[in-house]
Every structure is written in structure tokens, then in C-alpha cells.
């Protein structure tokens, strides 16, 4: 029996379920009163964009090859960018602070808005500041053609790498009035990342129900496209580690590591949806009688025992707050050269 695509019961109409906001309980991100439609199923096989012949891999953009190349001789930085998402003077200061001491920036939607900057237009910005930039491309706001148009602009844009992630729901976000759009997941976006040349990666969150096929979940995004997997806050190096055994796939694993620099950041860490931290490790910062200090200093450690995993190529500085931008991003550039 051949099981259809669980569009109308997803309500970010996912094929390639699920997605990694799933709650802890088995709960959907958006709906929290429902089960994960996927839940009750095994892993999706990846079959092409709705369930028709994949698009064929371009060749690689002058940029994509340069990263491959790269990812494959020393580990890499890439701190998310701590950025308001609608100030370039932002855009620019963050930039300044982190170009020449982290190897990219993660540029994706900000978590505290759901008006954005194009992704392309942002990229822009970021790498005439003289940073590497790996654009991150949400499914929420766009349908297909804005998506292939986006990818195309990133191609002449010459980005690092395009991170494909379905995105969050209207519903969760500041801006419940817009209609979600969710034309394609982000299995289906990496395919069309792929054949537009890029270097595709995808998020996989290990601690997310359902746990036991989150490995076959990422290898089903690797037949898609993706070459790189940005590894969600999963509890401490050992969890990733057990991860990476579990996938037994050829593919470059960036995790992410949590820079907390004050109970602030600490408070935003602790709202995402399903993320685990160390034992201890929130607690220790809010604790200490220099946060900040404690902070980087076991962000550092952290990094330093995830890059000794064999099969991870970086480390994702993540995290943010809102106000003292800046400030943060200072932290993230001081971390990189303390792993350097």
C-alpha cells in the first residue's frame, strides 16, 4: 500500500516529515492539542518534488566548489548572525565585529521577526562587509518560483552555502495575520539547491520524537541533495556523537554549539522547541559572577570536544538575544579565536 503525502494533515504540508519542532511529548509545533501527522508512519522515502523526477544537480557555482574544498582541510566557525533583521546599520556592525575571525556567517531568518530582509539582499549586504555568508532559506513565506528565484540570485551572489529548512509556522511568530505558505519542505527545497549548484545543508535535530528515525530522516535528505547537516542542540558532544554513528552516511556534520553570554540569552536558548543543553550548562552561566566569561569558556570547551567527533567539519556558534547585537557578536568572534 502506498501511503499518500500528508499535506492536509500537516499544517506546514510536509511530505518529507516531520519537521524538528516537534515536542518532546510528541506534539505538533503548531498545534500542541495534536499528535505529529508523521508520528504514526515510517520514514518517508525521498521519490523527488511531489513525487515526481527530482531536478538533475547542476554543476557547482565557483563558490560551492571553493566551500567543499575548504570544509575538507580545517574545521570551520560559522556563527549564526546576531542581526535585527531589518537594519543594515545592524547588518553592517555585526559584520564588522565578526569578518576575518569566523570562517561564515549562518544567515537566516531572526527569531524574534518574521519580516525579513530577501535572503539574497542580505547576503549581499553581508559580503560586501567581506563575510562568507551561508544563507539560510525558509519554505514559510515563498512558494517555488520565489524559491528557484532566490537561488538563483545566490548562485550570482556566490554564497558559501544555502541551509534549506521548512521554517516555522505564521501561527508561532509575530506575524499570525500572514497566510503560511509552505509550497515545498525542505527535503524538496534541497533538491532544488542542489541543482542550482550550491552547497545544500539541512538541520536534523537527534532529540526531536520521533529519535529512532531522525538518522533515516537525514539520509533520505542526503538522497535529496544535501551535502552538510547542521546538528541541532542535542545535549553535549556525546548525543551528536551517537547521532553521526547512527546516519553512517557520507556527509559533513556542523553542530551547533549554545553561546549564552547573560540570562537574557539564556532565556531565549530556552525558548526553542525541543533543544537540549548540557546538564548544568545553563545553570553554571546564570551562576557565575561573570556570566559572559563563563559563558564563552564553556562554549569553547563544547566546541572544542564537538570538532574532535570524526565526521564533524565546524561548529555553529549559536544563539542571540534581542538588543546588544553587537555586543554578541563580539562573544561569538571571541570564541573563534580562542578555537583557532
Not at 499544517?11 to 509545533?29: H, I, L, N, T
Not at 521577526?113 to 549581499?124: G, K, L, N, S
Not at 572544542?304 to 555586543?327: C, F, K, Q, T, Y
Request: charged share 20%; net charge negative.
Amino acid at each position: 500500500m502506498t501511503l499518500l503525502p500528508l499535506l492536509d494533515a500537516c499544517p506546514k504540508r510536509m511530505e518529507y516529515g516531520p519537521c524538528g519542532g516537534v515536542g518532546f511529548d510528541g506534539s505538533c509545533e503548531v498545534d500542541a492539542e495534536q499528535t505529529c501527522a508523521f508520528l504514526p508512519r515510517g520514514t518517508v522515502p525521498w521519490t523527488g518534488v511531489d513525487r515526481v523526477s527530482a531536478p538533475a544537480p547542476g554543476p557547482r557555482t565557483a563558490a560551492a566548489a571553493e566551500t567543499l574544498s575548504s570544509l575538507g582541510t580545517r574545521p570551520w566557525v560559522v556563527a549564526d548572525l546576531p542581526a535585527r533583521a531589518l537594519s543594515v546599520a545592524s547588518i553592517d556592525s555585526c559584520a564588522a565585529v565578526l569578518a576575518g575571525e569566523v570562517d561564515a556567517v549562518l544567515a537566516g531568518d531572526a527569531g524574534t521577526a518574521r519580516v525579513q530582509f530577501p535572503p539574497a539582499y542580505r547576503a549581499h549586504l553581508l559580503q560586501r562587509a567581506g563575510l562568507r555568508v551561508w544563507t539560510g532559506l525558509n519554505m514559510r513565506d515563498r512558494n517555488r518560483v520565489a524559491i528557484e528565484g532566490e537561488l538563483a540570485a545566490l548562485a550570482v551572489e556566490g554564497v558559501a552555502g544555502v541551509h534549506c529548512v521548512t521554517g516555522d509556522h505564521t501561527r508561532t511568530g509575530h506575524r499570525p495575520d500572514a497566510a503560511p505558505v509552505f509550497d515545498l519542505d525542505s527535503t524538496e527545497a534541497a533538491a532544488l539547491a542542489r541543482a542550482a549548484g550550491h552547497v545544500v545543508s539541512v538541520a536534523a535535530s537527534p532529540v526531536a520524537p520521533p529519535v529512532e528515525r531522525r538518522a533515516a530522516r537525514l539520509r533520505e535528505k542526503l538522497r535529496a541533495g544535501a551535502d552538510v547537516c547542521f546538528v541541532n542542540h542535542a545535549g553535549g558532544a556525546e548525543p551528536v556523537r551517537r547521532f553521526i554513528d547512527a546516519v553512517a552516511a557520507p556527509v559533513r556534520f556542523i553542530p551547533c554549539v549554545p553561546v549564552v553570554v547573560d540570562h537574557a540569552s539564556a532565556d531565549v536558548l530556552e525558548s526553542f522547541t525541543t533543544l537540549a543543553v548540557p546538564d548544568g550548562f545553563l545553570a553554571r552561566i546564570r551562576g557565575a559572577a561573570e556570566p559572559r566569561a563563563e559563558g564563552i569558556a564553556l562554549a569553547v570547551a563544547l566546541a572544542e570536544e564537538m570538532l574532535a567527533i570524526p565526521g564533524v567539519v565546524g561548529v555553529n556558534l549559536s544563539g542571540g538575544r534581542d538588543g546588544g547585537e553587537e555586543s554578541f557578536a563580539e562573544a561569538q568572534a571571541e570564541i573563534a579565536r580562542r578555537l583557532r
